[in-house]
């Protein structure tokens, strides 16, 4: 074959710098079609450069990428005779290539190295032929083509880092980027990631114990960090949800399809978190799950990128509407009734936090551990759905983004700027902390009613609990309510189940893009406590609340118009209630009731006296004074002190 070198420059040309054995592209460099192009050197895009690589560039050294590239064709060849690992890097934190292919032919060849936090896009096929791709720490590998995989096998494998809890006590859920035939188990599939910044091709394989203790151990290092003695994971909490809607006992031998999810325990490390290495080929392309009407079951992001939540569910929301992330929020023991953690959940509406105790939770991301569900389903994330019917969950390559870390969107959640959101939160005596996300949406098809993905239910209620209650369906509970376009006059059904004793408070967590006050109506007490300004603690005796409060966005005004055009007025004087009626309006009834909404009186007169006494025994506080007047009821407030 003719091996052409065809290089089209424009603004600055390619340096070739011998002094130090680069090559630099300042401008922009184009490789046609049916062209050839071998670099020996290490190669440099600068950030003023634009690669576009159309033919196929066979590269003996490293590529630093600090601008933009393109690839509509051809193929890049990382193949290199003289080094063990080349290494893409630089300050863009992206690169794109056609057809990528690893081949190296060096003696002691390990294979091509990602940095971290950076995204590799292949927009095709992906040929490991000869060597292992690295990708290290938080990079990540994206395929878009559509239809099936069509990745060739090769000796080579990818390995990809993911963190996972430290604590023994503590659950991750899941699910593996990458497949050994087909399949994958943890035998052959998931290594010590303990020492991975200084052996990043060659990790430990994990390994296995039943100890009594049920705890895992963390790895053992020599003086140089090296990994000795591998970490060993306790079998006692390998299990995987799948049909049978039931916990299913799993082992590291158990070989597992691609987008089931499976749970597993942390090690106990000293670090902050315990780093792990999944090894294999690569998942790529289309995937399926069958599920069944009812069935909950537990899948996750089965590829090496980050998948999109809201293109997830989109293109499965006939089978489910919302995903269920578990979170561990500080378990120190096995025994499941100490278990603090919690489900996550996100839809198309928004994400909420699990219900934790209350110093974890984070309304914005500015404080605390415990932040919403983002946008995007991190590698290996497990999560759980509840099925609505029959079928098959779709994944593909059209729902795959790069989100790294490093790009700012794993850390932090963002809604859309025409969206707006109220977190209201609630806590429960013994601390733990539920949040409820109410959204408005004005370009969505939301409204009051239940609306397939935008609504979520609790799959982990506690005993203490408030909700949302939508269509006045008094068995289910809501987190995630999606309405359209804000109302000032809008009323959201609210829950509230009180068990324990204590105190229970309702708190305004946080807003986005929303500026109007915010309130609980007390319906019974025809009231309204602005969360704007301050938390509410009902004053309500433990019981279920299914139709006394709602979330409001005015202050509630007391019905007094036919009474305050009659200059009637109600005060409290000398363990009397007095009643003034100037005008001698005509009042049928008269009603009090205290702060919990308890009628504690009730008078019935059918008169017209200027002067109504009723005398008034009852202990300090607040209470409620309702007259009723030819079918009119007007509300008046006193104080007794």
Not at 3 to 26: A, D, G, K, R
Not at 37 to 57: A, C, K, R
Not at 132 to 158: E, F, I, Y
Not at 282 to 307: D, H, M
Request: glycine fraction near 10%; hydrophobic fraction near 35%; proline fraction near 5%.
């Amino acid at each position: 074959m003719k091996h052409n070198y065809f290089v089209l420059w424009c603004l600055s040309l390619i340096s070739f710098l011998p002094v130090h054995s680069q090559i630099v592209n300042e401008g922009v460099l184009k490789i046609d079609s049916s062209t050839t192009v071998y670099f020996g050197d290490e190669y440099t895009n600068q950030s003023s450069g634009s690669h576009n690589n159309e033919g196929d560039l066979h590269l003996n050294n490293n590529f630093i990428n600090n601008g933009a590239t393109v690839s509509a064709a051809g193929t890049t060849y990382f193949n290199s005779s003289d080094l063990d690992i080349q290494n893409i890097s630089g300050t863009s934190s992206s690169i794109n290539f056609n057809n990528l292919e690893v081949n190296l032919s060096s003696v002691n060849k390990k294979g091509l190295s990602v940095a971290d936090h950076f995204g590799l896009t292949v927009s095709n096929i992906l040929s490991l032929v000869n060597g292992d791709l690295r990708l290290v720490g938080d990079a990540q590998l994206l395929q878009t083509h559509s239809g099936v995989n069509a990745n060739p096998l090769g000796s080579g494998k990818l390995l990809i880092d993911q963190q996972g809890i430290a604590s023994p006590y503590g659950f991750n859920y899941w699910s593996s980027p990458v497949n050994i035939g087909g399949t994958h188990s943890l035998t052959g599939g998931l290594f010590d990631g303990t020492d991975a910044s200084i052996n990043p091709f060659s990790p430990t394989q994990v390994s296995f114990s039943s100890a009594g203790s049920f705890n895992g151990i963390p790895s053992i290092v020599d003086g140089g960090g090296n990994v000795t003695t591998p970490l060993s994971i306790n079998r006692r909490w390998l299990y995987k949800h799948y049909q049978p809607t039931s916990w299913a006992q799993i082992d590291e031998t158990t070989n597992l399809s691609t987008g089931l999810g499976f749970t597993m325990k942390g090690t106990n490390t000293g670090d902050a978190e315990q780093n792990y290495v999944f090894k294999g080929d690569p998942n790529n392309g289309n995937y399926q799950v069958s599920v069944n009407t009812g069935e909950y079951l537990l899948l996750g992001n089965p590829y090496p990128s980050a998948i999109d939540a809201t293109l997830f569910i989109t293109a499965n929301l006939t089978l489910f509407d919302a995903l269920y992330f578990w979170v561990d929020g500080g378990t120190t023991s096995h025994y499941t009734s100490n278990y603090l953690g919690g489900y996550a959940i996100r839809n198309l509406a928004a994400g909420t936090p699990p219900s934790v105790p209350a110093p974890l939770i984070s309304g914005l991301g500015d404080a605390g551990s415990v932040i919403p569900p983002t946008q995007y389903i991190d590698v290996a994330q497990g999560f759980f759905i509840e099925a609505k019917a029959n079928g098959n969950v779709t994944l593909d390559n059209s729902q795959r983004v790069i989100r790294t870390a490093g790009s700012g969107s794993v850390n932090f959640y963002r809604t859309l700027e025409e969206n707006s959101t109220v977190r209201i939160g609630y806590e429960d005596p013994e601390g733990f902390h539920r949040q409820l996300a109410l959204v408005f949406m004005p370009n969505s098809p939301t409204d009051m009613n239940y609306n397939p993905g935008y609504d979520a239910l609790m799959i982990d209620p506690r005993d203490d609990e408030l909700f949302f209650i939508i269509e006045n369906d008094l068995d289910k509970k809501y987190v995630i309510q999606g309405v359209g376009a804000f109302d000032d006059l809008v009323e959201i059904p609210l829950g509230l189940i009180m068990t324990e004793a204590g105190t229970h408070t309702i708190m305004l967590d946080a807003v986005e893009n929303f500026d109007s006050p915010v309130y609980i109506k007390d319906v019974v007490l025809n009231m309204t406590y602005n969360l704007t300004e301050g938390n509410f603690i009902p004053a309500v005796p433990l019981g279920s609340y299914l139709d006394r409060f709602k979330l409001v966005f005015q202050p509630q005004t007391l019905n007094t118009d036919v009474f305050l055009e009659n200059d009637t007025k109600v005060y409290y004087s000398s363990n009397n209630i007095i009643i003034k009626n100037p005008n001698s309006l005509h009042i049928d009834k008269v009603s009090i009731l205290n702060e919990l909404g308890q009628v504690i009186q009730t008078k019935i007169f059918g008169t017209n006296d200027n002067k109504i006494l009723i005398p008034f025994n009852q202990t300090e506080g607040l209470y409620l004074i309702n007259l009723e007047s030819e079918g009119s009821i007007s509300s008046f407030k006193i104080l007794k002190y």
